[in-house]
């Protein structure tokens, strides 16, 4: 079993920035990929990006390719979330997941409990 708890969340104007940090504890965390989602109101749940095992490879959404950065810390099971550029349209639950393939993002299958992140114009 693994459990996910995001922190970071809150409130941030455009064009500012936000960290987001997840812990992951469970059985064996360090062989699971790592990855961020977010659902806004009225829409789908939303890959971000995801990050191997080791770190050496991550994936990312086009929407947020070049403004948000994820990395992981194997020493202490964290993974985080740096957003830059935030814009209005990035105002969502942010949610942490843990899978076995960084690069199928539909294979995710551990959930963190949901962190709001609201961007004001």
């Known amino acids: 079993q693994v459990q996910l708890v995001e922190s970071g969340g809150g409130l941030v104007q455009a064009g500012g920035s936000l960290n987001l940090s997840c812990a992951a504890s469970?059985?064996?965390?360090?062989?699971?990929?790592l990855a961020w989602f977010r659902r806004a109101p009225g829409q789908e749940r939303q890959f971000i990006g995801s990050?191997?095992?080791?770190?050496?490879?991550?994936y990312y959404a086009d929407s947020v390719k070049g403004r948000f950065t994820i990395s992981r810390d194997n020493a202490v099971n964290t993974v985080h979330l740096q957003m830059r550029s935030l814009k209005p349209e990035d105002t969502a639950v942010y949610y942490c997941?843990?899978?076995?393939?960084?690069?199928?993002?539909?294979?995710?299958?551990?959930w963190g409990q949901g962190i709001q992140v609201t961007v004001s114009a």
């Open positions: 997941a843990a899978g076995p393939n960084a690069r199928a993002s539909r294979t995710f299958n551990f």
């Open positions: 469970g059985h064996l965390i360090h062989t699971y990929a």
């Open positions: 990050i191997s095992r080791g770190g050496g490879s991550t």
